[in-house]
């Protein structure tokens, strides 16, 4: 099962307003930009780390088998090739496991870092393509999500899924939500996935890179 958590490595998964792609080291300056931020710092709960600290921590969620992490992007913007990758970036989402002894149970993280983007359904398909990935391809059947309990917006979206109040930490002024996946749920949260296409990365972003040749009439 471990594994299949590096699966990802050359995945891209394509919905209606985002493309998630592998986090590369490409993305790492966009990346460590994003999160000097104090307001991400909070919402993540992450401390603020060097650029070579951030380095570090990209190998390490690319290559440890408990993780399987994507970059959001904005589907629009890629679909232009004049627009480098970098600055199609919008957020990352994340499954890893927690419990060594139960490979089923995995807990997921969803940051849409630039604001612009919030409050326009890109969480929501997020969500939902990154459930249905962890269900199909990882073998996942109990998803937990730990939010900070200022994060209204967040609590209720999960709470949409079907996810519910597990516990609440008052030291990290958290919420932990969870969900089991069950039959009534694939068909509440996944309902119609037609609009989710799985591509292989390493060709959509060089087919992206190659240089225009106009047509010779």
Same mark, same amino acid.
């Given at each position: 099962m *471990? *594994?299949?958590m590096r699966i990802n #490595?050359?995945?891209l998964l394509e919905g209606e307003k985002v493309v998630l792609v592998p986090y590369n080291a490409d993305h790492v300056p966009r990346y460590h930009q994003w999160m000097c931020s104090p307001e991400l710092q909070k *919402?993540?709960?992450s401390e603020p780390l060097t650029l070579e600290q951030e380095y570090d921590m990209q190998r390490c969620w690319r290559e440890d088998d408990d993780k399987c992490t994507f970059i959001i992007l904005d589907k629009q913007k890629w679909a232009d090739p004049s627009i480098p990758e970098q600055e199609c970036m919008v957020g990352d989402v994340n499954i890893f496991l927690t419990d060594p002894s139960d490979p089923s149970l995995a807990e997921l993280e969803i940051m849409i870092a %630039?604001?612009?983007y919030r409050g326009k359904g890109l969480g929501? #398909? %997020?969500t939902r393509m990154m459930m249905y990935y962890? %269900?199909?391809k990882l073998g996942i059947q109990k998803f937990e999500v730990k939010i900070g309990l200022d994060n209204k917006?967040?609590?209720?979206?999960?709470k949409k899924f079907h996810f519910r109040e597990l516990s609440i930490s008052e030291v990290f002024q958290e919420v932990t939500l969870g969900v089991t996946v069950n039959e009534a749920l694939q068909k509440h949260v996944f309902g119609n996935m037609d609009f989710m296409l799985q591509r292989e990365y390493g060709k959509a972003r060089d087919s992206r890179q190659a240089p225009f040749t106009p047509l010779s009439l």
């Open positions: *471990l *594994l299949k #490595e050359d995945t *919402l993540t709960a %630039v604001p612009f929501k #398909e %997020v962890g %269900v199909h917006i967040s609590i209720a979206m999960f």
